[in-house]
């Protein structure tokens, strides 16, 4: 299979040969059509004017003729009885019938020019046959002759013609050249971006490509380094979520084994055991919901589309769900500020629980005791906005970016006393996207945190 460089110089190589062979049987037939006529009307004329001048002053056929062979045209003289001269160049075929050499004797005009055959290859112009030219009878003192005439392409159209070839010439040449540089120009990029990809298939995203360029190769060329950085990103997330997920599964795992040997010591006190099997369970439990929560990113990463979408009371769900947190709002003694709008939304109604639940959760998880925390909705530009704003400790500005990413952890050193798994907020964004709607947060450390969702009611 050929390179697609030398499949390229073929096809512009062979446009340039067939539009050169268009080009010329369309000039072809422009003259067989337009210019030949005139051309034989023109060179009539002149054999007229011929005529009419041997006809007056006979004395200087000879050197008229010969002037006017000079001038760069071929004449052929003959009585049609042996008598024949030539004057200038003779003519390359001598291939008149005698019928008709006969009939311009006779008195006629004999039109060769515009009854020379057309041919698609042959245009006629610069044929010297004798066939192809205007013959007319002239009377001289020996008697009726007849003078054929045409113009000597050699003579007037010989070095034009040798100007013309070599420009032809050179222009094909310096074309085909132009054509394998510019094909170049557009295969290289190509070529490149076809080693990043072998290099991106074998692990390694350190592309850099040439985006100088504003054509369409040069898009081309960003996308690709932007695709092989979201590439990178994307398998070191991976690797990421591989490692704490091994990482989340495998310090329950071990409490449960270490706490159930323990458990086998019959020498162990009640109390002890006891407190073992709350240990255990707490673990199981959270193993279980890590389960959970992983099948949920899951199936929304699958299908953010499958969502069971009905008409529910906005006001009455997010009532619930302060409802099921009072014993842990009591618990911390925590204040809650309530200013919900009667709003009726479109949307999935136990996906958004989960949502409000994880960010009320959070609040009341980071906020110190004796706080508040405010929630509130409305209705703006055509869409729901729900916000959760505490007073807890905050988030400092560089950890934002990176708090929805996946087991990311603001405040590890408190994550086994909070058993969070870091992947809440990871759900809360996916569920609010698969609801073409958008998440935003704002914080200040020491002076809390603002949870901004913005769901369209449709």
């Known amino acids: 299979m050929k390179s697609l460089y030398v499949r390229m110089c073929l096809v512009f190589c062979s446009v340039i040969i067939v539009s050169s062979l268009l080009g010329f049987l369309i000039s072809n037939l422009y003259y067989q059509s337009q210019v030949k006529p005139e051309n034989d009307a023109k060179l009539t004329g002149m054999a ?7 006809a007056t002053h006979p004395e200087s056929q000879e050197d008229y003729l010969q002037s006017t062979a ?15 001269r030539n004057y200038g160049e003779p003519f390359r075929v001598m291939d008149l019938e005698k019928e008709q050499i006969d009939t311009v004797l006779g008195g006629q005009v004999y039109h060769g ?15 010297n046959q004798l066939r192809n030219s205007i013959g007319v009878p002239i009377q001289t003192a020996e008697g009726t002759y007849a003078l054929f005439l045409r113009p000597d392409a050699q ?5 034009l013609r040798i100007f013309f070839a070599m420009i032809i010439g050179f222009t094909l040449l310096i074309s085909l050249g132009f054509v394998m540089i510019g094909v170049l120009h557009i295969v290289r990029p190509i070529t490149r971006l076809t080693t990043a990809t072998k290099r991106i298939s ?33 398998n070191r997330a991976r690797q990421e979520f591989v490692a704490n997920v091994s990482h989340e599964i495998e310090s329950p795992l071990t409490s449960i084994q270490g706490f159930a040997h323990a458990l086998r010591e019959t020498s162990l006190p009640e109390e002890q055991r006891l407190e073992y099997l709350t240990i255990i369970d707490g673990e199981s439990r959270r193993l279980s919901l890590l389960s959970k929560q992983l099948l949920t990113l899951s199936s929304l990463d699958y299908d953010a589309e499958a969502l069971t979408k009905k008409d529910f009371d906005l006001k009455a769900q997010l009532r619930q769900v302060v409802q099921i947190m009072e014993w842990r709002l009591t618990e911390k003694q925590l204040a809650v500020r309530l200013n919900l709008a009667d709003i009726s939304i479109h949307a ?12 009320v959760s959070n609040a009341i998880k980071y906020t110190p005791v004796g706080g508040s925390i405010a929630i509130t909705s409305k209705i703006a530009g055509g869409n729901c906005i729900v916000s959760v704003k505490d007073t807890g400790e905050g988030i400092a500005e560089e950890e934002l970016p990176m708090i929805f990413d996946r087991f990311y952890k603001v405040d590890r050193a408190r994550t086994h006393e909070t058993h969070s798994s870091g992947l809440g907020l990871a759900i809360v964004q996916k569920i609010v996207e698969a609801h073409a709607g958008t998440v935003e947060v704002s914080s200040s450390v020491g002076e809390g945190t603002i949870f901004t969702v913005t769901l369209p009611l449709l």
């Open 113 to 127: 020019i515009a009854e020379f055959p057309s041919k698609p290859f042959i245009t006629g112009f610069f044929d």
């Open 202 to 234: 074998k692990g390694r995203y350190d592309i850099r490509l040439n985006t100088w360029r504003k054509d369409e190769i040069g898009q081309l060329a960003s996308h690709f380094m932007v695709m092989s950085r979201e590439l990178e990103r994307t």
């Open 48 to 54: 007229v004017q011929i005529q009419q001048f041997i």
């Open 348 to 359: 999935d109604s136990n996906l958004l629980y989960q949502v409000w639940m994880n960010l």
């Open 70 to 84: 000079a001038l760069g045209y071929r004449l052929y003289l003959t009585n049609g009885k042996g008598d024949e």
């Open 155 to 159: 003579v007037q159209f010989g070095e």
